[in-house]
């Protein structure tokens, strides 16, 4: 649990300081975007707040960071735009992240990850909409740009595939999806549900958005053995 508390507390940070990096350059007929924005960075910050606290809780404290994460990260920060950078991160990654939220009972060891689990999930429920939104705003009236998101989703989701196959972020999944070093191949199963509904729901909510990535997508609907 503290090697996943440590991976999420990586991923807030960014979900925090990557709305804050725009926010300012809105223009201010636009306040409710501004005005949501700013909330989404209250939600993050309580977000990093809550997984930094439960890795330290135990005496486990903070363990290793991730290659993977970093390389996702790096590449929502460093977004040449706000469009690409949101479809990277509302729509792929905290897509991704709100999968495993939903479905975060069979990794939540105890009734206080549960809770942190569900009270996560209603937030990131609200950003991943956005996203979503924004993008079908943006594609309704720049269709021409299409090429362009498809092209940053293809590295995003090359990044997100191999994030996921990395020993520090697939094994405690893995042992806490078991239920035990001993059951991890009862987690794998478990783990190949949750990753096929993460692609299936990462998908649809593109199709949503006017975005077609069925034939496109560079990852695998079948869990890696």
């Given at each position: 649990m503290c090697q996943l508390c440590t991976q999420l507390t990586e991923v807030e940070f960014i979900a925090a300081d990557l709305p804050a990096k725009w926010m300012w350059r809105v223009n201010h007929d636009f306040h409710e975007v501004k005005l949501f924005l700013a909330t989404q960075i209250m939600d993050e910050a309580r977000h990093l707040e809550v997984f930094r606290k439960r890795a330290l809780a135990n005496g486990g404290g903070?363990?290793?960071?991730s290659p993977g994460s970093e390389a996702l990260l790096r590449a929502i920060i460093e977004a040449p735009n706000y469009t690409v950078a949101s479809s990277l991160m509302h729509i792929?990654?905290?897509g991704f992240v709100l999968t495993l939220f939903r479905n975060g009972e069979f990794l939540a060891p105890t009734e206080v990850e549960k809770k942190i689990f569900r009270l996560c999930m209603q937030d990131e429920a609200r950003h991943v909409a956005y996203g979503v939104k924004h993008l079908k705003y943006f594609l309704a009236r720049h269709p021409e740009r299409q090429e362009e998101i498809h092209?940053?989703?293809a590295v995003g989701e090359e990044t997100i595939f191999a994030l996921g196959t990395e020993p520090q972020n697939l094994e405690?999944?893995?042992i806490l999806a078991g239920g035990g070093v001993d059951r991890m191949q009862e987690g794998m199963m478990r783990m190949a549900f949750l990753?096929?509904?993460q692609v299936r729901e990462y998908?649809?909510?593109l199709k949503v958005a006017g975005l077609d990535r069925t034939?496109?997508?560079?990852?695998?609907?079948?869990?890696?053995?």
């Open positions: 903070l363990l290793q960071a792929l990654a905290e092209e940053i989703l405690p999944r893995l990753h096929q509904k998908l649809h909510r034939e496109r997508c560079r990852i695998p609907l079948e869990f890696p053995q």
